[in-house]
């Protein structure tokens, strides 16, 4: 068909030319006025977009036109040929939601629309009234997450953009509120996405309406998809996964409206595709998944192969698909099928079914020679594998696939096939096994998806084929399109039927709409006698053909206006459809409508040895039902029975009695249309193709939605959003009524004249097309005209300005051109002025230098001659001292020889002297430096020796300079008086002397040469002797000097890396910070996770307390019932473990680990080292205290036990004292020596700790050679002690023999015998002494073994040091390597490493020492509770009978006297207890008190229960209190007031067992009362954990009931509400999906000032009920993440509100939502930046967004919105004015290609129910519990005080 035709018919079906439709005045002119805007066809794009250039006057010919590329177009008109074009919609209502709220409706509006939503922002859902178009994009789209599917629950349909899910949820609602039924249409072409379609609904629904129970139905119901797609669906021209036939799903659900089972119905399998494939089409995909698995070794059996080696699967010539992996698929196939229940035997019998199939197509059938008969190859290996997995006789088959069997009256004769025959009987065959496998798999999914229940409501979603026509159109294609005219049909009346009822419901007067009846054509195909009719009449006929049949549909239906014949062809019919005309050809219709298969192969079938597969082919009729269940499945068709039986049903006649099924069903439901359009044939992403998509258009109904719409009255405006619109095309005159209504009308009538072209409904008004157009212009005109007045009067101001700026320059010119002037005089005048002062200064300056030249030459020529003088009289006096020199020289010389001769001697006499006082030293020396004490002085002094060394050769090398300086002087003064003696000499020798003078001088001269040999030899000597010793100094300062750089070096190195780290810990703030806020979210995100499991725990427990309670319910007997002390017995039952058994520990353990630790390691905390010792104190005192009882008992049962027994003897006494002393002996000697090695292990550890140099090295070594030492001696006084008690000893039993002997004997004998006992005595001591002497030598050798391993020990741990140091230095030399900022990395990280495992030391040695404090408390416990029983025995023992009595006068007393804080009462009063103080007592009862008043009362009773040491009192009163609560909690589950009291109560409870608990922890902010009034003999560290669990779950109850209570009016207060008046601007809409909803339009909205009412109702419910702050910031903090969430996401899923002014509403909404957190000290509880997202959408919307700078600042701004969501965002935006533009697709691409963030979540929106998690700071109460007063309105009098 061409365009022109389709044109034409589109205009004289379906609409009428708008001009017609709108005869006013005003908008006849604005239609055909010049540079209107109209649509022309055109035959590629189907419309083309023009611009009328020139007014058009009616009755011209030709209408003048402009396209959009500039090209002139003079377009004929006529009032029949050509019709004046349609206009185009203004395009501020381009991109509309709903097609409906279009002005001018029409195909070529409706058309650009879809088209501009699908290419531009890829919105391929779009609403027309009643029906969703959806788009196949070809393409996967991330909007059908959960989040989605939470943001479209429990929206209204036209609150957010069309969506499935919006579909979903209006139906889903509407079951729930109107109580009926309800249906989900899905419809389109194939490939056009209606499967999927219909698959998302059913996750929506699985979603939200989850089942209650375990049973996992929703899983089960998506799980039938795969196996469906599998068995259902094929490859086709189209499509890829075609579906090939109709299911319409039911899904069950309860009163709860949670899901409880589902069914299955199916249409009209493709039976045929079994048997036959077009080209580049596929058979079902299960065959091809069998094929591409049957390499796997559970198929191997099969026998099967590739595809293309199969006749069924092979015909299409491609057996793969583009991105499909078949054997995948069929894994994902089993799994669904053993989901749903199918056993593994039943799955393997389908597979061999399915093999089967693909055996039987290829068994070939040959020919016989006659041509008459046929026969199968007896080695047919195919037929043998058929025969082999369906179980049935090979003989047999093969017989009667080439015979049938002719039953006539008479007799019953069998006859032989043709060879096409027989193929046709055999592709019967395949069709018949695979339609009763589809049916069988069809039947037993519904049993899988079947319940029990009772089924209250359900929603059906029926995925069914659209219209169809192709070159060749067969019995389907006929069927198909039967079913679309009859759902057509039903839509029309549908649609219609809606929109008679508005009119109603609105009281507006309306006349009957004429639309589209296809009942005509309907009554062709399904009425008596016609198409229908008349095959089965034909297939009766024993030889009816389909050209018979072809004869007599042409002679019934002749007159049939929708019944064509076509004119070349006799065996064809054309049938006139409500989307087009299809011709059919007659060939096949008659064998596909019979269905023909021979009962011969069906009875081998049935004889099958295997059971599935002969129960597939037995009736229903002949079956027994099971006993065990039946199950009601509701199947499409009756299964067919045998063919020889009477009334057997057509295949026609069949579909046309499941699709009048399906009819009533759809009848009796209230259905929702989903239709889906196919883009392009090209599956191609985002590719729009106008005329395949007009096409479907017209084929699915929209079109026809349309025309009913357009010829009533289809836009519609409430009055309020009309006021809103158009107010500013009022006077001022009339805004004076209040009632808007009536302002409304008012401006109406004034502004179009035509009365029909609008009408007042009872809340709305209604227009006719082109109305609202009109609307538009006037606004714009309006605001045009008020933007000219305003550009008027800002270009009057900007040239007024402009003047004045002109005119001040001009005058500052003026100032400026003077001022230069008078400038230039002055600087002439001050220039005349400087050149007289400078010819002045001059002139001066040359008489001055000629004058001081003259007096420069005279001065020099003075000095010169005082010179000359002066050196002349220098020289006579240098000539004077010299001679005076050598005179001194001479006399010194001769003194200093007397002298040496003189010292000589009396050194020679000294060094005899002091040789032998040396000897002597030597060998005092010598003894001396083998004791101890002197290698103790030489190392002490060692330091002062090498400083006196130093000194010391500092003052020999000055004495060795000075006697060098000394012996040249003497050198030279020897050299001068030689020469002087020569000279002499010479002089003498002239002169005649005698020769005694002579020979006397001679003497002179060689005594003065000897004197000079010595004394050079001596200077020699001296100077060798002061060498060597030098060269040991400075060998020795060497080495020191070496030893002293090395430790300065090390010194230095440590120094500059203790800067680094410094420095490096400087510069690594920032870095540290980025750890700790990493550290403090893994924190988070381990509380969220902690928090999570308690949710799931708290979810899980009221899961089973639900079942326990049906249960009861149940198991219920009339006339029981339990008394409140079996109930509260009831509720006491727990399985919190008690608090009167704990784990016992060791202090002894703990003071090992200490002592393996080391002091180092331990002491790095100080802080917490320090409590440690403080704790260690504590336990010892009490160990102490607990050692002095125990002392005391045993002293006191030794003295009941010394009263019945004797005394014991002197022997036994001496044995004790001796044992006694012997064990005192060895504990103090064993004390001091572990004393010692502990100062030993110290001192090391310490100098460890210092990063020990050489020095302090040698220090360690000498003190512990002198703590050595001092051990020896206090060995050797041991041994001296040791040694004086064994002769004590000794001579106290030799006195004791002595005494006893003098006892049994006389005194004369005694005197007698004294000389013998003297020996004896002498004898004994000489023995004792040798033991003595053994003992002591033994202990001396383990002592010194001791020292020995002691001192070993010592040196290896120093050699460990060492290591230590060593690698200390490894690792400071590989960071010195490392860069900067790695090297931080690296010390951070050893760091965390070394504190890590000092934490993990010091938590085992705080867990022992608990252990040991609890081991300890536990035996204090026992002997107060022995103590505690004793005092009361002998109490009972000595009062009388009359102590109750006296009791209750001494409580009285006591209570009257001084209240601890606590409270008693009797275990019958428990129940009552818990009645009056939790389960029946309300916030408002204790409103007037002390907040918290439940759990201080709850408290003082667990004090008083702690107080008398009553384990099973405690555990009931925690047990009971936390069920008690957590029942409460249960009734009152939607109530803010009591969750919130509960929580505040809940955690003071908590904080109260954890103040008064005496942990130091918790005791530093108490007074000493508060100290005095500690927990004495529980630890309930266990139940602090059960409360703050319980805590954390009454937490999230509160933030669920606080979320429920404002998220109705979060998006109305946010979004909706005009926060500043008049500022929004309603767009104009007013389509379907924007006037009607399944909720009342009527429902009130809420505002701004609402929401911030109910936060303030929030937060002084909380504060009033005594809430921590902390916890109450976090209420908050959760509660406006959920605000930011749900309006975020509405604004990114609501096309109507991403605007300008919704921009600025929102900004300004959120800056009051601060205030008001300011207001109320909330600001710091970091709620404020979860609005942070909001706040920069809002910002987003108001921005420029053009230019490339504009995108950076964008991206630079939204920095907590994702890439995704700004382009979601401004994808939405939406101008509210002609005066605002779009934002552009290139604008758009600009931002989607800049990088993302990494931090970029991959959902689009945000999670609604995210979570923080919360933390319960520790706050102590500073309420002292003696001064608590209890209301008397609390029933509570059974409680004592006490």
Known sequence: MSVNELFTKSRAHLFTPLRDVTTGEHTFKYHENEFTRVWIPDPDDVWKAAEIIRDYKEGEPVLHLKLEDETPLDYPVGPKSNPLPFLRNPDILVGENDLTALSYLHEPAVLHNLKVRFLEPNHIYTYCGIVLVAINPYEQLHIYGEEVIRAYSGQNMGDMDPHIFAVAEEAYKQMARDERNQSIIVSGESGAGKTVSAKYAMRFFATVGGSASDTNVEEKVLASSPIMEAIGNAKTTRNDNSSRFGKYIQIGFSKHYHIIGAN??????????????????????????????????????????????????????????????????????????????????????????????????????????????????????????????????????????????????????????????????????????????????????????????????????????????????????????????????????HVFKLEQEEYM??????????????????????????????????????????????????????????????????????????????????????EKNRDTVYEEQINILKASQFQLVSDLFHDKDDVAPPKSSRVNVRAAKPTPRAPNKEHRKTVGHQFRSSLHLLMETLNATTPHYVRCIKPNDFKESFSFDSRRAVQQLRACGVLE???????????????????????????????????????????????????????????????????????????????????????????????????RKIRKMAVTLQRYGRGYLARRLADFLRQTRAALICQKQFRMVRDRRAYLRVRRAVVTIQAFTRGMFTRRIYQEFLLHHKAMVIQKTVRGWLQRRKFRRARDAAVTI??????????????????????????????????????????????QSKELRTQNEQLVQVNSGLGSEVNKLQKQLEQVKSRPVGGAQVSSLQEELDRLREELQEASAQRKRMEEEHGNEKMGLQQRVEELERENSLLKSEKEEINQRILQQSKSSGEDTSGASQRETSLQKELDAERQRYQNHLKEFSRLEQRYDNLKEELSLSQFQPGHRRNPSAQSSLESDSNYPSVSTSEVGDTEDSIQLVEEMGVEKAAMDISLFMKLQKRVRELEQDRNRLQVNLDKMEELAKRRGSESRSSVSEQETADLAYNNLKRQELESENKKLKNDLNEMRKTISERASKNNTSNELQDGYNLLLSQLKSANEELDARKEEVLILRTQIVSAVQLREKNDQIDSTKVPEVIISKEPVDKEEALKAYHGLCESKKLLEAQ?????????????????????????????????????????????????????????????????????????????????????????????????????????????????????????????????DEALLFKALILDIRPN???????????????????????INDDQKVESLLTSTINAIKKVLKKNNEDFEMTSFWLANTSRLLHCLKQYSGDEVFMTQNTSKQNEHCLKNFDLAEYRQVLSDLSIQIYQQLI???????????????????????????????????????????????????????????????????????????????????????????????????????????????????????????????????????????????????????????????????????????????????????????????????????????????????????????????????????????????????
């Not at 008001?1716 to 970091?1726: A, E, H």
């Open 705 to 803: 939605t349309i025309r009913i719409s357009a010829a009533g009255y289809p836009s519609r405006w409430t009055y309020p959003d009309f006021f809103n619109r158009y107010r500013v095309l009022l006077k001022k005159s009339d805004m004076t009524s209040a009632d808007k209504k009536l302002v409304c009308k008012n401006l109406l009538e004034t502004l179009i004249k035509e009365p029909d072209m609008f009408q007042f409904g009872r809340t709305k008004i209604f227009f006719r097309a082109g109305q609202v157009a009109y609307l538009e212009r006037l606004r714009a005109d309006r605001f045009r005209s008020a933007c000219i007045k305003i550009q008027k009067t800002v270009r009057g101001w900007l040239q007024r300005v402009r003047y």
């Open 1340 to 1468: 001396l050798q383990t002592q010194t073994r001791q020292h020995k391993d002691e001192l070993e020990a010592l040196h290896t741990q120093i050699e460990l040091l060492r290591d230590d140091i060593e690698k200390k230095q490894e690792i400071l030399n590989y960071t010195a390597s490392l860069s900067p900022e790695a090297r931080v990395e690296y010390s951070v990280q050893q760091e965390i490493t070394r504190l890590t495992n000092d934490n993990l030391d010091l938590k085992e040695l705080v867990e022992k020492l608990e252990k040991n404090e609890r081991k300890l408390k536990k035996q204090l416990r026992i002997y107060m509770k022995k103590v505690q029983e004793l005092e009361v025995s002998q109490a009972a023992a000595q009062t009388s009978r009359s102590r109750p009595e006296l009791m209750r006068q001494v409580t009285v007393q006591r209570k009257e006297k001084d209240f601890e804080g606590m409270l008693e009462y009797y275990k019958e």
């Open 505 to 590: 419901k609105e009281q507006i007067p309306w006349t009957l709409i004429d639309f589209y009846d296809n009942q005509p054509c309907i009554d062709l195909i399904e009425a008596r006698l016609g198409i229908l009719d008349l095959l089965d009449e034909e297939c009766k006929v024993p030889k009816g053909t389909d050209q018979n049949w072809a004869q007599k549909l042409y002679k019934q239906n002749s007159s049939s206006v929708h019944f064509q014949k076509p004119r070349m062809s006799n065996v064809s019919f054309i049938i006139i459809h409500f989307a087009d005309k299809v011709e059919y050809q007659c060939e096949g219709f008659l």
């Open 264 to 493: 299955m119905r199916t249409y009209l399998l493709e039976k045929s595709r079994v048997v036959f494939q077009a080209e580049e089409e596929r058979n079902y995909h299960i065959f091809y998944q069998l094929c591409a698995s049957a390499s796997f070794p559970e198929f191997k059996d099969l026998g099967l192969t590739s595809a293309e080696d199969f006749t069924f699967t092979s015909m299409g010539e491609n057996i793969f698909i583009e991105g499909v992996n078949d054997a995948e698929d069929l894994e994902k196939t089993r799994e669904a099928f053993t989901l749903l229940g199918i056993k593994d035997n039943s799955q393997s019998s389908i597979f061999k079914v399915v093999a089967s199939i693909l055996h039987l197509g290829n068994i070939e059938i040959c020919s016989d020679r006659d041509g008459e008969s046929c026969h199968v190859l007896r080695d047919d290996l195919h037929l043998k594998h058929f025969c082999r997995l369906l179980g049935v006789e090979l003989q047999q088959m093969e017989h009667w696939l080439c015979h049938r069997k002719l039953v006539t009256a008479s007799e019953t004769y069998v006859k032989n096939m043709s060879t096409k025959q027989a193929e046709n009987a055999r592709d019967a065959l395949a069709k018949h096994i695979y339609a009763r496998m589809f049916d069988w798999i069809v039947e037993h999914i519904n049993k899988a998806l079947h319940t029990s229940s009772k089924q209250h409501s359900f929603i059906g979603v029926l995925d069914i084929y659209g219209f169809e026509t192709f070159e060749v159109n067969s019995f389907e294609q006929f069927c198909i399109n039967y079913a679309n005219e009859k759902l057509q049909q039903q839509f029309n009346s």
């Open 1485 to 1507: 009862t204790v409103s007037a008190t002390v907040p918290c008043l439940p759990a201080y009362i709850l408290f003082m009773c667990i004090r008083h229960a702690d107080y």
């Open 910 to 955: 000294q060094c005899g002297f002091r040789r032998v006082r040396a000897k002597r030293r030597v060998q005092e020396l010598k003894i001396e430096a083998r004791s101890a004490e002197r290698l103790k002085k030489l190392n002490t002094g060692m330091e002062n020796k090498i400083v006196q060394l130093q000194r010391k050769m500092d003052d």
């Open 1600 to 1842: 669920k009931v606080a979320e429920g209570i404002i998220q109705p009016m979060i998006v109305s207060a946010m979004l909706e509400s005009e926060s500043i008046p008049s500022l929004a601007g309603v767009k104009p809409m007013g389509g379907y999906r924007n006037r009607s909803s399944s909720m009342d339009t009527d429902a009130s909205s809420y505002t701004l000032q609402a929401l911030i009412r109910q936060l303030g109702q929030f937060h002084d419910t909380m504060q009033d009920h005594g809430l921590d702050p902390e916890i109450v910031g976090q209420v908050v903090r959760q509660l406006f993440h959920c605000i930011n969430a749900i309006t975020l996401n509405n604004l990114m899923l609501r096309k109507d509100v991403c605007s300008w002014s919704t921009g600025m509403q929102l900004r300004y909404n959120t800056s009051q939502m601060e205030e008001w957190l300011r207001g109320n000290n909330l600001f710091q509880s970091k709620a404020a930046a979860t609005l942070e997202p909001l706040i920069q959408a809002a910002q987003l919307l108001q921005v420029k967004k053009k230019t490339t700078q504009d995108a950076e600042a964008i991206c630079s701004l939204c920095t907590a919105l994702s890439t995704q969501q700004i382009v979601k965002i401004l994808n939405l935006y939406t101008p509210l004015n002609e005066f605002e533009e779009r934002v552009s697709v290139s604008f758009i691409r600009n931002i989607q290609n800049r990088p993302q963030q990494t931090s970029d979540p991959p959902q689009l929106l945000m999670d609604t129910k995210h979570m923080f998690p919360v933390l319960f700071p520790y706050t102590p109460s500073a309420l002292r519990l003696e001064t608590m007063h209890i209301p008397a309105s609390l029933g509570l009098d059974f409680l004592i005080r006490v």
